[in-house]
């Protein structure tokens, strides 16, 4: 399975952005997705996932009601639309592809794309 995150970019403070996350591979729709962020100087953190259903998602507390993840299983994608953008969500984030185990921990997910940079300036 291989992953490809994009949409990345420089946006203010209150701003918008949607990230976009490609797989190809095996099967799609036997995977969840879930993203997570990494800023400087941090651990990898969960941000949000959907599972194999489209109507199962799951969010960390710091992007709930402000970051909405949709997956497209017809087109192999899978988006994060990030509404209210803070400064604190400058972060590269990835995307991943998880087998089995908690959407939020990092060890549940066995196949990771390169990471797409987020900058948010106040």
């Known amino acids: 399975v291989q992953l490809q995150a994009s949409g990345g970019g420089l946006v203010q403070a209150g701003g918008s952005l949607r990230l976009s996350c490609a797989v190809s591979g095996r099967a799609f729709s036997s995977f969840a997705i879930g993203w997570f962020r990494q800023a400087p100087g941090k651990e990898r953190a969960f941000v949000a996932a959907?599972?194999?259903?489209?109507?199962?998602?799951y969010y960390g507390d710091s992007v709930k009601g402000r970051f909405t993840v949709v997956r497209d299983n017809a087109k192999n994608l899978v988006y994060l639309q990030m509404n209210s953008l803070e400064p604190e969500d400058t972060a590269v984030y990835y995307c991943?592809?998880?087998?089995?185990?908690?959407?939020?921990?990092?060890?549940?997910?066995?196949?990771w794309g390169q990471g797409t940079q987020v900058t948010v300036s106040s």
């Open positions: 959907v599972g194999w259903g489209t109507d199962s998602t």
């Open positions: 991943a592809a998880r087998s089995r185990g908690p959407y939020s921990y990092m060890g549940s997910y066995d196949y």
